[in-house]
Structure formats: structure tokens, C-alpha cells
């Protein structure tokens, strides 16, 4: 994962389009349930800071649905992305998730046991969005997601850098309730039915020290 030296939490609030000129895209490849015939393109941007992780999002898809709007609601059921990423050895991690209007839920635990993140952490996620429909296209929907992770939402962790550090993450899209659900996934996942929350099959992400372009699997 690219450092980016001169981007900060208290930076003006990043945009896509920042993000998707300074590091390379990744894709999710994955469908380990198929589901659709159209299935989305997904592609996110990442990079990181000093003091906060930097992840934008890029979507394509046939349908798009956003009705929640609180923190911690079950925004999983919309048109969303999800970032799951774990700091120690053990089984512990957090993911964020996000729909297609920047509402967001946050946990942390293991995969058997969750706690929600309390609001006032979640909320210090700096959030744009922008989405569109294309007509005449297959997928119609098209939306983008940037957000600024600052550290202090690592709630559980006292990070002060990540500078050379090695960590596991995955990177997701799903749509629970959309007329056509799907589930794509950055690193693939082997299970008989759609879960998410198998850390054994997280990828693993370097924070190098100087700027790189991409994301590390195993």
C-alpha cells in the first residue's frame, strides 16, 4: 500500500478522484457465490498517511439501492463496499462497510464475536460521494466512494504509524436485499455459502514506506 506523504486526516476532504491519480486500482476479481449474469465492476483505490488510511471505491451495477441512513445500520443490505482489515496474529479485526450514499457501520472483534464500533468513532470517517445512472448501459448504476480512515478509529489499537507494517484485509460488494444479490470479493473466499467473515481467507496488505502501486495477496 503506497505512502502518501502529503495527504492527512486534516487534509481537505479527499475526493475519487485524488485517490485514483496517485495509486494504482485494484479490481475485485472474485464471485465465490455466482449469482448474476451482469455482476458489478468494482475497483478501489488505497493508500495512506501519516495519520489515516485513504480507500476510494469506483462501482458499476445493474441496480442500486440506498435506504439507510444511521450509523451502524445494516447498510450491507444496499448497493455497498466493505473494508475488513486486522492489525495482530490472532483472529481479531475490523470492518466498515458502506452503501452507496456513505452511510456507514463499523465492528470489530472476531468472526464469532462482534462488537459495533460506537458512533462517535464510526463518524470520524470523512466520507464523498458521487453517483449517476448511465442509460443504455447494462450496468446503469455508477457511483464512487472516497473515504479518509483516520488511525483513532482503530479504537481497539494505539497506532501511531503503519509505516513497514504488514496486516490482513479484504475488500468486498455485496447487495443483501437488491433484486439481484452478489457477493465479489478482493481475495477469494472457499465456503459453501455466502459469509464474509472468514479471516482465513484475508489478503495481505504492506504499508511501504515510500509510494508504491498496489495491494499484496498471499
Known sequence: MPYLRNIHYGSSILNSADLFS??????LTY??????????EVMFNIGYGDDAIFLAFRVKERHFKAIYQHTND???KDSCVEFFIGFDEDDTYYNFEFNGIGTAL?????ADKREQLPVSFVNQIKRTVN?????????????ELALTIPFSVFYRH???????????????????DL??????????IIADKPNFHLPQYFGTLMFE??????????
Open 131 to 143: 453517483n449517476k445512472q448511465v442509460p443504455g448501459e447494462s450496468l446503469l448504476f455508477e457511483w
Open 31 to 40: 464471485e465465490p457465490w455466482p449469482t448474476v449474469f451482469d455482476r458489478p
Open 74 to 76: 445494516p447498510v450491507y
Open 158 to 176: 494505539s497506532i501511531s504509524t503503519l509505516k513497514g507494517k504488514t496486516c490482513k484485509a479484504n475488500f468486498y460488494k455485496c447487495g443483501d
Open 106 to 110: 463499523g465492528a470489530y472483534g472476531s
Open 22 to 27: 496517485q495509486t494504482k486500482p485494484n479490481k
Open 209 to 218: 514506506p515510500e509510494e508504491s502501486n498496489e495491494c499484496n495477496k498471499p
Open 179 to 188: 433484486p439481484e444479490p452478489h457477493f465479489l470479493c478482493w481475495n477469494n
